[in-house]
């Protein structure tokens, strides 16, 4: 009984009964694709700040005074390079300038091309400027003076560099208003990953004013943050879930109801209990693995083609309009959301599929 | 530990409440066959018994197949986890994170193994015409059904009991010290491994239940010492690296899985008829077959490693 051509009857089934699985099928597609995308986002996010994070040094060393970030000077860079293990140490000027216009604040950045004439904004940052007339040139306000200089390009913008303007270093002091020797945080190098720890302990020890961030204590604060929010989202989701299992029994109850007559034609002509389970079960099978499956790549659609319009908005904010997502596909997520949707749905439809097969025959067919 | 940190700890909750209220519900109905069941009866009571049977059947082999699955997530997640918890490099550190973790996956495992002998015995149930295993096999289903309630326990334990603040070790800590059994050499501990291997294939040749079922056990307990200590080091290709759960990862191309899953597999095999034997007292040496395939892949595989290290390195290590 159980062989190719009764699967081809559970498929052939299926397609002329499709009407009583729309509702399910697309419901459950919605809700997929939602916790799809959020998922696409959030890692998709995180990629991009652990790539960013790989490529500066091994540990970041800040001055902190009293809770204060301050500037660092060259005394600090001339004892940290004495330290053993530390190949380099690159002092890097960064920091934020208030745009007291829209009242937010730009990220300065550093980039070595440029000249002393002429900058290169983000995307996002190069449109908002376009509304307040500053197409070709832009002027920084400082205290004593005011700088313009050039936009030369905008740039496209990932969650890193989005928000920012880009400038040299000479022009970087002058809008941040730092000394020639003054640094806003080191990039210390050390070539062996095993003295990493060490060193970021061996800072604070030296200098009890500075900060020492291993690169793998930042990573860890990116996945905490992220698990976190992730968390959060799985709660809410199976609270909906729980409730979209609960329609969806009855649902297909109702269904099964109607098809009464059928099943005890079947029956009648030697399908055993178990088969009529097993056919109800391929049917529902492919009913969600095609939900899943259309979900998941709509989804993909939606983040990275689009740039998933109003859900990021959780992630990033009202202020991010221009942003691309890097498409990262993980399998392990799409895993997840298979254990997390796919099953709970073919356990919800166990009971009715049994109850529609036990059905008495010459009851159903009266 | 907050058990929401982590998405697939959440779900990983999820579905296990799920299923226990699925067995929770089925729960009610075998207690009522348990009771009533009577095959030479032909009252309405026995009929619809025998209806509910089907559904118990069902929900038991979903579980069963879900389980597997999820078994599969739950070493993943492991990994998963690593990058949170300091110290912790591979699922070796997560899993020693506090006293619960290495109980919690041995108890899986043989959970599993008693969840395979089920579908075996409830196979050979519904090939009887009477049902004439009925009750035994319903009896070891509620032992199953306790078992897997204190398992949901032990992980609820153990996961919120990881230290996310004190360090834990590194696999290149724990598995340092050659902690082999009966004091053995890496070497001598090699050749029994493949000499138990080959008796097992004699063994299932002439179709020895018992025998096989001893001689799994010792083998699976000397594989693990062998993977771990030996096979994993060609895994890796470096001397040092000693961890069963490394190979898990993407860097080795996730063969892991399949060395293990390969491992328990056969030994199931090699388990299970003796113990259906002295459950049911039917013979079924058939699955012994399955035995050999599964442990000849599992040595093959192992083996390889081991061979194409030597043929590009002329070394052994």
């Known amino acids: ?366 | 530990m907050s058990i929401f940190l982590l998405d697939s700890i959440v779900v990983m909750f999820f579905v296990e409440t799920v299923l226990l209220l699925l067995m929770g519900t089925s729960m009610f109905a075998v207690a009522k066959i348990l009771k009533y069941w009577n095959f030479d009866a032909s009252t309405t009571l026995q009929y619809a018994l025998e209806k509910k049977n089907y559904l118990v059947n069902t929900i038991i082999l979903f579980t069963i197949g879900v389980k597997i699955i999820l078994f599969v997530f739950f070493v993943k997640s492991l990994d998963d986890l690593a990058p949170l918890v300091p110290g912790a490099m591979c699922a070796t550190g997560v899993i020693g994170a506090n006293k619960f973790g290495n109980t919690l996956l041995i108890y899986k495992i043989f959970t599993l193994f008693l969840l395979g002998v089920w579908v075996v015995i409830n196979r050979l149930d519904l090939k009887t015409k009477k049902f004439d295993y009925l009750r035994k096999k319903y009896y070891l289903f509620i032992v199953i059904f306790a078992l897997l309630g204190i398992e949901f326990a032990l992980e609820l334990l153990y996961f919120t009991n990881i230290p996310l603040n004190t360090p834990v070790f590194c696999c290149s800590v724990v598995f340092v010290v050659e902690n082999l059994p009966f004091g053995l050499e890496t070497v001598d501990l090699v050749k029994i491994f493949y000499l138990l291997f080959v008796s097992i294939l004699v063994v299932d040749y002439f179709n020895k239940a018992s025998l096989s079922f001893v001689l799994n056990i010792l083998f699976l307990l000397l594989a693990y010492y062998c993977v771990t200590y030996f096979f994993g080091t060609y895994v890796y290709e470096e001397p040092n690296h000693k961890c069963p759960f490394c190979m898990l990862q993407k860097e080795y191309h996730y063969i892991g899985y399949l060395i293990w899953s390969t491992l328990f597999l056969g030994t199931y095999f090699g388990i299970s008829p003796h113990i259906i034997y002295s459950l049911i007292g039917k013979k079924y040496q058939r699955l012994l077959r399955y035995n050999a395939l599964f442990l000849t892949l599992f040595v093959a595989i192992c083996s390889y490693y081991v061979i194409s290290f030597y043929l590009r390195n002329g070394v052994f290590l």
């Open chain 1, 1 to 366: 009984m159980r062989n190719k051509s009764f699967i081809d009857f559970s498929v052939r089934l299926l397609i002329k009964e499709k009407k009583d699985y729309l509702f399910s099928f697309f419901i459950f597609a919605f809700i997929i694709f939602i916790v799809t995308a959020v998922l696409f986002i959030s890692n998709s996010i995180k990629r991009d700040l652990l790539v960013a994070l790989a490529n500066e040094g091994q540990v970041i060393v800040k001055n902190n005074k009293g809770g204060h970030y301050a500037p660092l000077n060259d005394a600090y860079l001339d004892a940290l390079l004495e330290i053993n293990g530390v190949d380099d140490v690159v002092g890097k000027v960064d920091g934020y300038y208030n745009f007291a216009q829209d009242r937010r604040y730009f990220h300065v950045v550093v980039e070595e091309d440029l000249n002393d004439s002429s900058i290169y904004v983000s995307e996002d940052v190069g449109e908002l400027l376009k509304k307040f007339k500053y197409e070709k040139e832009f002027n920084f306000l400082v205290k004593d003076t005011l700088i313009t200089l050039d936009i030369a390009k905008v740039v496209a913008s990932n969650i890193i560099s989005n928000n920012t303007i880009f400038v040299n270093e000479y022009n970087a002091r002058r809008v941040l208003e730092m000394d020639d020797d003054a640094y806003s945080y080191f990039v210390l190098k050390v070539p062996n990953e095993d003295e990493i720890e060490n060193i970021a302990l061996k800072i604070p020890k030296l200098y009890p004013n500075l900060v020492a961030l291993p690169d793998y204590e930042v990573e860890s604060d990116y996945d905490h943050l992220y698990y976190y929010k992730g968390g959060i989202f799985m709660i809410l989701y199976i609270v909906s879930l729980v409730s979209f299992f609960i329609l969806l029994k009855n649902q297909i109850s109702s269904v099964y109801g109607s098809r009464r007559k059928e099943i005890a034609i079947l029956r009648s002509i030697g399908f055993s209990i178990s088969d009529i389970i097993l056919l109800k079960f391929i049917q529902n099978s492919i009913v969600v693995f095609g939900a899943y499956f259309m979900a998941i790549i709509l989804s993909y659609l939606y983040v990275f083609f689009f740039d998933a319009p109003l859900l990021r908005n959780i992630f990033l904010g009202e202020h991010v309009t221009h942003i691309s997502f890097t498409p990262v596909v993980d399998i392990k997520m799409l895993f997840l959301i298979f254990i997390f949707t796919v099953i709970p749905y073919l356990a919800s439809i166990l009971i009715p599929s049994w109850k529609l097969a036990i059905e008495d025959i010459s009851e159903a067919m009266k």
